[in-house]
């Protein structure tokens, strides 16, 4: 209530503020507005738009501004000079929120590069590495529905900010006592005083030619595809199609959802993983005979991708999928041509099918595995070039995210609806669909079906809800899930994971995190973690079958018993 009566009372804070707060009716809403400060986590903020210290505003963007700019002058006067790149979404608020950090950086003496329009979470990556800037920040709230908006903070080598330097940077938030004595420089002040400056015409550039570098395929093969995207309103339209058209593939892009919409109006969540965001493309896409529909999220780090079949109905695939079939399609390529690496290795995270490791096997390549959040990939390959022990191929998480070459340090949708591209060609100038390369992995690796459940559990009680699912889980840990017998737990919040046959334990190589994964003999398994940027609590499953109906009735059977273990509703998908 003090923190309350201070939004609602002093000056510092503008009228809509207090409008806003004028309008709450309910303690209970009061209360879930001011109990904390959204918290910074390692993937920055991300809440919901409006007024209060939980929620993202001007003024908490202000405040996480002003920590990260005290953190950044502990590293000297050299750090501050070297600046901080900035980009930002098409979301509500964005691109104000984007002038109020550079603003902020501004008033600490620190340099900041603003781009003047949209651009994709990965071009962010991009540009730090280009332009040398100590950190990078990116107003977004990936595929959230469109009342939230984020604030992503990336480091020097372009990748997100790892655990450690998060607590770090949260650290010195909390330090801040009065955030009424942060007041941003003006912007005419800051660009005349230099410290405001455009990011530069010809990274977009650089970024592009370093994609089309990537392409393989022959001009024939190209121009013999026919594909559809939708930018589902996002920053995505101008950087996909600029890239596919100057590889040479025909695009047709879905009209009504081409353009910056902040209200994401055609769809109820701009999430590619969700089937109904396709549903325009689908019209379209019939009359067309498109080979594959690709779709990206608002900040276009997230791919997702439908594939005709032979019979021409369209199948969504999974993210354990898309990136099952790039990495059969990078590894098999390069060995054709005789450019992989003795020590190549292939990255996935901890969430993500173990589908690939017969693949990885076959082709003398190391699959490791990180925590879940692409920061980790990230983290392996600046690992990989101070050690020189691995060259990295391709790094993936299950949540549709991709990554083939090392000049961007996170997912990038750009990147991967190129590599989409090349894999859709290469396989239909050999009279193949992308559903048959699948389900020739699927002839060799096993039959595999993934799916996640995300139980959003809102608010102070929704935070003590998780608590509890996940002691009981570790107090009662389960045995068997749809009755398969469980061979492994692995417990990350305390390092040590149990063979259950045996009782023996070992040490797990990750670090420490809330996270449970219950492994079966077969490689599938079932994971359950609170998500580290949304009120959520995720369930993963993985589950191998004979055939693809096999696996479905499998994965609906552990599905079904994981959820009523745990007093979840029961959600079964087609």
Not at 312 to 322: D, H, M, P
Not at 378 to 394: S, Y
């Amino acid at each position: 209530m003090k923190l309350y009566r201070l939004w609602l009372e002093d000056p510092y804070f503008d009228e809509t503020i207090r409008q806003e707060l004028v309008s709450i009716g309910e303690r209970k809403e009061i209360e879930d507005r001011f109990y904390r400060y959204l918290e910074f986590g390692t993937g920055g903020l991300r809440g919901l738009i409006g007024a209060g210290t939980n929620r993202i505003n001007r003024y908490t963007v202000r405040h996480a501004t002003q920590g990260l700019s005290n953190y950044i002058h502990s590293f000297g006067p050299a750090a501050a000079a070297r600046g901080v790149v900035i980009a930002y979404d098409s979301r509500q608020c964005s691109r104000e929120f984007a002038l109020e950090a550079a603003l902020t950086l501004n008033t600490n003496g620190i340099l900041a590069y603003l781009w003047d329009s949209l651009r994709p979470t990965p071009m962010l990556s991009f540009a730090v590495r280009e332009l040398g800037t100590i950190a990078g920040i990116v107003i977004t709230a990936s595929h959230n529905p469109p009342e939230y908006n984020g604030y992503k903070v990336y480091w020097e080598d372009g990748g997100q900010i790892p655990p450690e330097r998060a607590a770090a940077i949260q650290a010195a938030i909390r330090a801040i006592e009065d955030i009424t004595k942060i007041h941003p420089m003006p912007e005419e002040e800051a660009r005349a005083k230099g410290f405001l400056k455009p990011v530069p015409p010809e990274i977009d550039r650089k970024y592009y030619d370093r994609l089309l570098g990537l392409v393989t395929t022959t001009p024939e093969q190209r121009a013999a595809c026919r594909i559809l995207y939708t930018p589902l309103h996002g920053t995505g339209n101008i950087p996909v199609r600029t890239v596919l058209t100057e590889a040479g593939y025909p695009v047709t892009v879905v009209k009504e959802q081409e353009h910056p919409d902040p209200n994401f109006s055609t769809v109820k969540c701009p999430n590619p993983e969700e089937p109904e965001v396709f549903q325009l493309a689908l019209r379209i896409a019939a009359e067309e005979q498109s080979d594959v529909i690709l779709a990206t999220d608002p900040d276009a780090d997230r791919l997702g991708v439908m594939v005709r079949d032979r019979n021409g109905n369209y199948r969504l695939l999974n993210g354990n999928q898309v990136g099952a079939i790039l990495v059969d399609f990078i590894l098999s390529t390069r060995k054709a041509k005789g450019t992989l690496p003795p020590n190549g290795a292939v990255i996935k995270t901890i969430a993500t099918s173990y589908m690939i490791e017969p693949l990885c096997r076959e082709y003398g390549v190391e699959l490791l595995n990180t925590h879940t959040g692409f920061k980790f990939i990230g983290d392996k390959i600046r690992e990989f070039e101070e050690t020189g022990t691995h060259t990295f191929l391709f790094g993936y998480e299950e949540s549709y995210g991709y990554l083939g070459a090392t000049f961007v340090r996170d997912k990038d949708a750009v990147m991967a609806a190129l590599l989409v591209a090349e894999a859709v060609a290469y396989h239909k100038a050999h009279g193949r669909t992308l559903y048959d390369a699948l389900q020739a992995i699927w002839a060799k690796c096993g039959c595999f079906l993934e799916d996640l459940h995300s139980v959003t559990l809102p608010g102070k009680e929704g935070q003590v809800q998780i608590a509890a699912i996940m002691e009981q889980l570790r107090r009662e840990p389960p045995t068997s899930f749809g009755g398969i017998p469980v061979a492994y737990i692995d417990d990350y919040q305390v390092g040590v994971g149990l063979e259950v046959a045996t009782g023996r334990e070992y040490p797990l190589e990750l670090g420490k995190a809330n996270v449970l994964h219950f492994r079966f003999a077969d490689r599938g398994f079932v994971m359950v973690r609170p998500s580290g940027t949304e009120p959520k609590l995720k369930i993963y499953f993985s589950v191998t079958g004979k055939n693809e109906t096999d696996a479905h009735r499998r994965l609906e059977a552990v599905k079904a018993d994981a959820l009523r273990m745990m007093n979840l509703p029961v959600v079964n998908r087609p």
